[in-house]
Every structure is written in C-alpha cells, then in structure tokens.
C-alpha cells in the first residue's frame, strides 16, 4: 500500500516545471495593438458563417413515452 504522506511531485506538476528552465527567459506578447479608428466593421453576410451542429448526433431528437 502507497504512503499517503509520500512526498513525490505529482507528473504535471513536474512536466511543466521541465517545460521552462528559466522563467525569466520566456517572452511572450508583441508590441501590436489595434486601434480602434483602423478597426472595421463586416457585413452581416459575411458573419453568417459558423461551426453548425452534427446533424445526426440525437441530442435533439424527441423521446416518447
């Protein structure tokens, strides 16, 4: 039977830790920033596009009792 009071490092804990040596060195972000009097609006046209539903995955179907 394992010791509850074990004192390993649980695997992510340690994963990540191997992932970055030296957290100072990361560098993350740029410079880039929109402004707002560039920005566009888009026709509703083009915003009809979207991820539809699988058709048949029966979430919806009705069930009779």
């Known amino acids: 039977m394992k010791n ?9 804990a340690s994963f990540l ?15 880039i920033i929109t402004i707002p009097e ?3 609006v888009t026709k509703p046209t083009l915003d009809l596009a979207q991820t539809q539903k699988y058709p048949s995955d ?3 179907d009705v ?3």
Do not use: A, C, I, L
């Not at 509850?4 to 992510?12: A, M, T, V």
């Not at 830790?17 to 740029?30: I, L």
């Open 17 to 31: 830790e191997k992932q970055v040596k030296d957290p100072e060195t990361v560098k993350g972000g740029s410079g």
């Open 4 to 12: 509850k009071n074990s004192k390993k490092k649980p695997f992510f």
């Open 58 to 60: 029966g979430d919806d």
């Open 63 to 65: 069930q009779s009792v």
């Open 38 to 40: 560039r920005d566009t």
